[in-house]
């Protein structure tokens, strides 16, 4: 048996497609439904176990291979991060590593490599995109060469209320959607995810699932719950702490500006935005505001 990885926890997403007993029959229909192809053999896909690069102590993404090609795909309830490309880059060149033998590295034929396709898949409450595109070179210092790397990873937005076509291909990933929006509907309520497993039971919505595993499903939702407040309490955080450090700036460059026209009345704004190190916009604002 496994050895069980206690460093993190793993999503209800990553369970039903990846853990569960039938997480190769599940994934499998998702794969025909992305790539409208019919594979019957849930042996046909291989999965590739990473440590964990896009979630620190929370497992949402899973990798897998099939047909020539590894696939990485990731759960996000947050708001979507634009710095998805750059994890799935680090996270591909370790399943990479794990596909193919060392000793091919240094071969002077050519080494065939699986094709890799990056899915995300949105699942929070707010408002996004049926579809968009994340590409690595949006983060790139300087602009994109010839030479440049690509990678795109494809944003899917999964929430029943949009409708995506995919949902309507895949079976699993549907009643999926259905049943976080069941939890959600009950949220506020007391025992709110035991009254959402109970309806959908009995509504036929992931209902062998959640009968075989209730109180798993449980626990793991209250701690992707909690891991998604953790996350969003820190943003808030970091976004105070932001507002607070350019308010403090603001300050300084406000007394700097006012020090300078003070010490020389005779300067123009434009000289003493060159002076101090600032826009004439910011010297016109400051002079408003003291009166000079």
């Not at 699993?172 to 506020?188: C, K, N, P, W």
């Not at 500006?257 to 604002?285: H, M, R, W, Y």
Request: glycine share 4%.
């Amino acid at each position: 048996m496994e050895k069980e990885n206690r460093e993190h926890k793993d999503s209800l997403f990553v369970d039903l497609f990846y853990q569960d007993e039938t997480a190769k029959k599940n994934l499998l229909s998702l794969y025909n439904a992305l790539h409208d192809t019919e594979y019957q053999d849930e042996n046909v896909n291989r999965k590739v176990k990473i440590e964990d690069v896009l979630y620190k102590n929370f497992k949402n993404d899973i990798s897998f291979e099939v047909d020539g090609q590894v696939l990485v795909l990731g759960e996000h309830q947050s708001t979507v991060n634009p710095n998805i490309p750059f994890r799935c880059l680090l996270y591909v060149g370790r399943a990479y590593e794990q596909l193919i033998d060392k000793k091919a590295r240094y071969r002077t034929t050519l080494v065939r490599i699986p094709t890799p396709e990056f899915y995300t898949f949105y699942n929070g409450q707010k408002d996004q995109p049926l579809e968009q595109e994340l590409k690595l070179s949006d983060a790139f210092i300087n602009p994109v060469g010839n030479n440049s790397a690509e990678l795109k990873v494809k944003v899917i937005n999964i929430n029943s209320d949009k409708a995506h076509e995919l949902l309507k291909k895949c079976d699993i990933l549907r009643e999926y959607s259905q049943f976080i929006d069941t939890v959600r509907a009950h949220s506020g309520e007391e025992s709110a995810i035991k009254k959402a497993i109970r309806e959908c039971i009995d509504r036929g919505i992931l209902a062998d699932y959640l009968k075989r595993k209730g109180s798993e499903v449980e626990n793991m939702l209250i701690a992707e719950y909690s891991y998604e407040e953790d996350i969003q309490v820190k943003q808030q955080e970091a976004e105070q702490q932001g507002r607070t450090k350019g308010r403090q700036e603001g300050l300084i460059l406000s007394g700097r500006i006012f020090q300078t026209v003070k010490n020389n009345p005779d300067l123009t704004n434009k000289q003493i935005a060159a002076e101090v190190g600032c826009e004439p916009e910011e010297v016109e604002s400051t002079r408003k505001m003291f009166g000079i």
